[in-house]
């Protein structure tokens, strides 16, 4: 059960000795603590002292070993938050249960948190956030439907954490500023106005319905709270309910019948509480029972008697002469435990455990140790990430004819040495590295998994955030547009969500260098799919009299898609725009999603007028697809959506083209940028590093691989460097790091091995750097768009070359090609038939109708022959 909200403590608490949580925060039961290296081991030995007390919560991204991470969890750790890069590890370690793990995500870029809350199956933590309106919208887009979102706050404040949790968020506070007490320390937040958040209740009174268990969780009875009982059972740390009669209730305040406790927590539906308890006394009941549903039954009630026995034993009880007895105890449980293993029949089992049990629990009240603590261990060895065979030891095996080796299984996370083909080798912990793998014998399901790029959310969880805007703009229109202009973008002083050309000149300022820029892009684009056009329609007489035609004509209405996320790409609006214009598109609608203060940037809009386009609509994300889709009041419906986006884009695209009533097609399904490298001992290490880094430049979900031919450690060192110094020196550092985090280099002997490679992991981009390239180039036969020899970077072919940047991503250029001139036409084809052509023809078409048992189909040609035959008098 998700926490209402965490306390955070610093590192100190992991090391004074004895200090656990403190109370009131320790009932709540959850803990978050962030660690450094230098803390791992004092938060193991932490948690060695606190097993099964408190659900702690490590945030552990600044660790460097994996290692290190296992073993916290390992110990006991209810949850670790990681980094991208620390999760991709952790998802090849067995047994290991990603529900305890929580991906840490940068609320600074809005694109990228947005993928990050739909895109992962884990938990999320959010930390330090400003904009607590964005997180909020960001949650009703999501729905409840969702891993747990945790939320850390720049300016913790009552009403920033209620805002969060509300939505079923999780506020993450410093427990220096929480407090029991909200009278004497008002400057604090109040302890359990946000434990009850998100409470409900159906009682006309307002009280809550609550549950008194003990630390096993036996119900001992009903009763009920109110805030104020719940903020005084915080308070003094005892049981504190509300009388329907009296008032605040302070449990055996005159029976001495106290409690003490141990947790608060909400049902699943928030409609219940819970309190743990610590009952003192002769029970919970007034009737002097431990419940009110009578006393105690089985294992329990063993142990009341056996403590019973431990304190006032009758004389001559066999009980008191066990615990006085030690070696007589030690020989009952050996005896028992045998004939337990003896023991065959249902009835004979029963009998036996049920004596074992009892001298067992006999050993453990001997020593102070409770059920409860048992269970505790128990579920602590519950969470054991580091698997052990288990076998027998010693004597014991060998009474049985077992092996007794006493070998043990190697602990999960371990590398074995000769696993795989493949050795990974990894770099220093700041060093911006790929992993490098070296491919020895062609070990097929470990390449693959190198190469696997990374994951993309379900579909039945980005669609659950997509339908809904969808469906919104379907229906509402313009005022659905705007709304999320407004929530997504903050464009909040925008009036329209189009302009309609022409454009106003001022909107369009730009530097002589960018005008030119875009000219010289803009008519080789032009130039080259220009050149793919259909010189006239195709025409074949396939036989005497029997003419088959086909002529290409532009789709009417295109809608062009411009991102607008973490780069602007007024580039894309020139590969998408201007073959549309040259194909003769009718009417040519850009969206792209406005700044802040509700204008685009003036290199779209000029674009958005040398291409002709209609219409710019001011909409970014599924609501711009939902309008190019089914139309506004101020957007035209348009027949085709190109263009590239997030997984948001390629999921609305996708919706709305399976939907018959939007009649509209897609170009292709996209995820990710990314871009394979193949090089040789020819290649520069500069110019190597160089093109990997375009491509990760562009998200933290790009991937970029290389593909090294015969490369030796030195070679591979220097494009390592290279690739460590630019990435240094870019200004989206950050981004390219956690890119870089789950990209590869393999290495390979020859140059038909690297394309074998490379075509089945079918590259957007790909690079080849290597002796020979363009001979090299035959050999490709998967790809989006190839760069050809050291003088070729992948960045003309986005910009200014003239092919087209709009590419197949995620493996889709198997099936794929990138946008060109055929994205903006279809073909439709014609027929001419001669009377002595019918002749030739009819009687192979009658004959394949009679097959296919259609009639109608058969007369349409026999009718017409009967009429050539009495024309011509036969």
């Known amino acids: 059960m998700a926490p209402s909200f965490l306390p955070t403590f610093d590192s100190s608490i992991l090391s004074s000795p004895g200090r656990l949580i403190p109370a009131p925060l320790s009932y709540l039961g959850h803990a978050f603590v962030t660690i450094t290296p230098s803390d791992v081991d004092n938060a193991l030995r932490y948690l060695q002292r606190t097993v099964g007390l408190h659900a702690t919560c490590f945030d ?53 948190m947005i993928d990050a809350i739909a895109g992962t199956s884990v938990d999320l933590y959010v930390h330090r956030i400003k904009d607590v309106e964005l997180v909020e919208a960001w949650l009703k887009e999501y729905g409840t439907d969702r891993p747990d979102v945790y939320v850390s706050f720049d300016t913790p404040s009552v009403e920033n954490a209620l805002r969060i949790a509300n939505l079923s968020g999780i506020p993450v506070i410093p427990a220096s500023q929480c407090t029991a007490d909200p009278v004497s320390e008002q400057q604090n937040i109040p302890i359990a106005t946000l434990l009850l958040a998100n409470a409900t209740t159906d009682r006309l009174d307002g009280l809550f319905t609550t549950i008194v268990t003990d630390e096993r969780g036996i119900a001992l009875g009903l009763v009920y709270s109110s805030h ?197 080798s990894e770099g220093p912990g700041d060093r911006i590295k790929m992993r490098t793998f070296v491919v020895a014998d062609g070990n097929h399901t470990i390449i693959t998994k190198a190469l696997q790029r990374p994951s993309q959310r379900t579909s039945d969880k980005i669609m659950s955030i997509v339908r809904p805007i969808i469906d919104s703009v379907r229906h509402r229109g313009d005022a659905a547009l705007l709304e999320y202009a407004h929530k997504f973008e903050k464009a909040t002083s925008l009036a329209s969500p189009v302009l309609k050309a022409p454009f106003p ?88 999603p406005p700044r802040a203060d509700g204008s685009l940037t003036p290199e779209i809009v000029y674009i958005a007028e040398r291409v002709g386009a209609e219409t710019i609509v001011l909409a970014g994300g599924a609501q711009a697809v939902a309008a190019l889709a089914y139309g506004t009041e101020s957007v035209s419906k348009v027949d085709k959506i190109l263009g590239p986006g997030n997984q948001f884009v390629t999921a609305a695209k996708m919706l709305v083209s399976n939907d018959t009533s939007a009649c509209v097609s897609i170009d292709m399904p996209a995820g990710p940028s990314e871009v394979l490298v193949v090089a040789d001992e020819t290649a520069n290490p500069a110019f190597v590093a160089a093109d990997l880094l375009s491509q990760a430049e562009h998200g933290v979900d790009s991937q970029v691989v290389l593909i090294g031919v015969g490369l030796g450690d030195g070679q591979l060192r220097a494009i390592e460097d290279e690739l460590h110094s630019q990435a240094s020196a870019l200004p989206r550092v950050d981004i390219v790091r956690q890119a870089i985090d789950h990209s590869v280099t393999l290495v390979v002997d020859g140059v038909a091995e690297a394309m074998d490679l490379s075509n089945r992991y079918a590259p957007e981009h790909l690079i080849l ?30 910009y200014s070359a003239g092919v087209n940047h709009s590419l197949p991503t995620y493996g889709y250029a198997r099936q794929y090609s990138g946008v060109n001139l055929g994205s903006y036409v279809k073909h439709i084809t014609s027929s001419n038939l001669t009377a002595e052509g019918l002749r030739n023809l009819g009687g192979a078409v009658m004959q394949l109708a009679k097959v296919e048992e259609l009639e109608a189909h058969r007369r349409a040609v026999s009718i017409r022959l009967a009429e050539l035959d009495r024309l011509s008098g036969t």
């Not at 002769?282 to 009341?304: A, D, I, M, N, V």
């Not at 009892?358 to 579920?379: H, M, P, W």
């Open 769 to 798: 750097q290597v002796r020979d390239a363009q001979d090299v180039a035959e050999l490709v036969q998967n790809a989006g768009s190839v760069f050809v020899g050291p003088w070729t970077p992948e960045s003309v072919g986005d």
């Open 505 to 592: 000149k001022d909107l369009m300022q730009l530097s002589p260098e960018t005008k030119d820029a875009i000219d010289v892009s803009f008519e080789n684009i032009r130039k080259f799919h220009a050149a793919q056009m259909e010189p006239k329609p195709l025409s074949v007489t396939t036989m005497p009299g029997v003419e088959c035609a086909r002529m290409a004509r532009p789709i009417e209405k295109v809608g062009l898609y411009v991102p607008g996320g973490t780069a602007v790409l007024p580039s894309t609006a020139l590969m998408l725009g201007v073959p549309a214009m040259v194909a003769g598109c009718r009417n040519i609608v850009i969206a792209s």
């Open 60 to 112: 552990v991204s600044a660790l460097h070993l994996v290692d290190d991470i296992v073993s916290i969890l390992d110990s006991g750790a209810r949850k670790v938050v990681v980094s991208g890069s620390q999760l991709r590890e952790l998802e090849r370690v067995e047994n290991l249960d990603l529900d305890r793990v929580a991906l840490s995500v940068s609320p600074g870029m809005k694109n990228e």
């Open 228 to 424: 104020e009982s719940v903020n005084e059972s915080l308070r003094t740390g005892k049981g504190v309910y509300q009388s329907r009669k009296r008032g605040l209730w302070y449990k055996g305040e005159s029976s001495g019948d106290t409690q003490d406790i141990v947790a608060i927590n909400l049902d699943c539906d928030h409609d219940c509480l819970k309190f743990t308890v610590k009952q003192k006394g002769r029970g919970f009941c007034h009737l002097g029972t431990p419940t009110c549903f009578g006393s105690f039954q089985g294992l329990p009630k063993l142990q009341q008697t056996l403590q019973k026995r431990k304190s006032s034993a009758p004389l001559g009880s066999y009980t008191a002469r066990l615990f006085k007895d030690q070696q007589l105890l030690k020989a009952k449980i050996m005896e028992e435990a045998s004939e337990l293993c003896e023991a065959t029949t249902k009835e004979d089992v029963t009998f036996e455990a049920a004596d074992l049990l009892y001298f067992a629990l006999t050993k453990c009240v001997a020593t102070g140790v409770s059920l409860e603590d048992i269970e505790r261990n128990l579920d602590a060895k519950s969470t054991k990430v580091k698997r052990r065979k288990g076998d027998a030891k010693g004597s014991w095996a060998a009474q049985m004819g077992m092996p007794a080796d006493g070998k043990v299984q190697q602990e999960v996370g371990q590398p074995h040495p000769t696993s795989s083909s493949i050795k990974a």
